[in-house]
């Protein structure tokens, strides 16, 4: 399974930004952030595909931007305009079998996880 670490997690005042990064040792078809809040179902919020399609859900779309850097084997997670709503733990996922241009969102669609990094929202 590939080994991913995530970093950049913290706390924030509603409308300030954050950067997740996640380094990745391994070739993947899709990378995705996933997030889970306390009581709540983990949710995905933003894949890449390896081909450069990326798609959003539509609780963080315009607020949150995903990229990697193939150089230094990175993927992030650009936060901005965040909410209390958006207080969760966040988790880099990656998914080594084949897929299609369009990545799944479901957290069964991925074999490699991270172990998280805790983003919390105050007002």
């Known amino acids: 399974l590939p080994q991913l670490m995530e970093s950049g997690g913290g706390s924030v005042q509603a409308g300030g930004s954050l950067r997740l990064s996640c380094k990745y040792r391994?070739?993947?078809?899709?990378m995705g952030w996933f997030r889970q809040a306390p009581g709540k179902e983990r949710e995905g919020v933003a894949f890449?595909?390896?081909?450069?399609?990326?798609k959003y859900a539509d609780s963080v779309k315009g607020r949150f931007g995903i990229s990697v850097d193939d150089t230094s084997d990175t993927l992030y997670l650009q936060l901005d305009s965040l909410n209390p709503e958006d207080t969760a733990m966040y988790y880099c996922?990656?998914?080594?079998?084949?897929?299609?241009?369009?990545?799944?969102?479901?957290?069964?669609?991925?074999?490699?996880w991270g172990q998280g990094t805790q983003v919390t929202v105050t007002s």
């Open positions: 890449l595909h390896a081909h450069g399609r990326s």
């Open positions: 996922a990656a998914r080594t079998q084949y897929a299609t241009a369009d990545c799944p969102t479901g957290t069964r669609d991925y074999n490699g």
């Open positions: 391994y070739g993947w078809y899709c």
